[in-house]
């Protein structure tokens, strides 16, 4: 059953309907696009803690163009303003980045929560 998710970033406001379940094919992609945005990330420590930060002399653009092809592979329906109605890779809205950035951000963090599926298997 597709899962329809609604639009938290406020210049993209509506709802897009991710693919659940996911093909074996929408998987193949998102491993893909999860190592090939390592490329741009470089672990640090800041305040005790591991993170990864965008590595000097990459832009958030590269990793998001990575993310997007996964994200136009499992998106089933558009359905947000200011995004066209049959969107592609080339007319994904790049700007205003900032918006462009939290929708990209969103939107894999939604198909990896599809992919990732239930995480605690229930006690019985």
């Not at 965008?54 to 592979?73: N, R, T, Y």
Request: glycine share 4%; proline share 6%; net charge negative.
């Amino acid at each position: 059953m597709p899962k329809v998710i609604q639009s938290k970033i406020e210049h993209f406001p509506g709802t897009v309907t991710l693919s659940e379940p996911l093909t074996m094919l929408q998987v193949v992609k998102i491993d893909e696009c999860l190592l090939a945005r390592r490329e741009y990330f470089e672990e640090k420590e800041i305040d005790g803690k591991r993170v990864y930060a965008l590595k000097a002399g990459s832009f958030w653009s590269q990793p998001d163009s990575v993310a997007l092809e996964a994200i136009m592979k499992c998106v089933d329906e558009w359905g947000l303003k200011n995004v066209p109605e049959n969107v592609t890779a080339e007319t994904f809205p790049g700007s205003p980045r900032s918006a462009s950035k939290a929708l990209i951000d969103w939107l894999i963090n939604e198909i990896l929560s599809v992919y990732q599926g239930e995480i605690e298997v229930p006690n019985e």
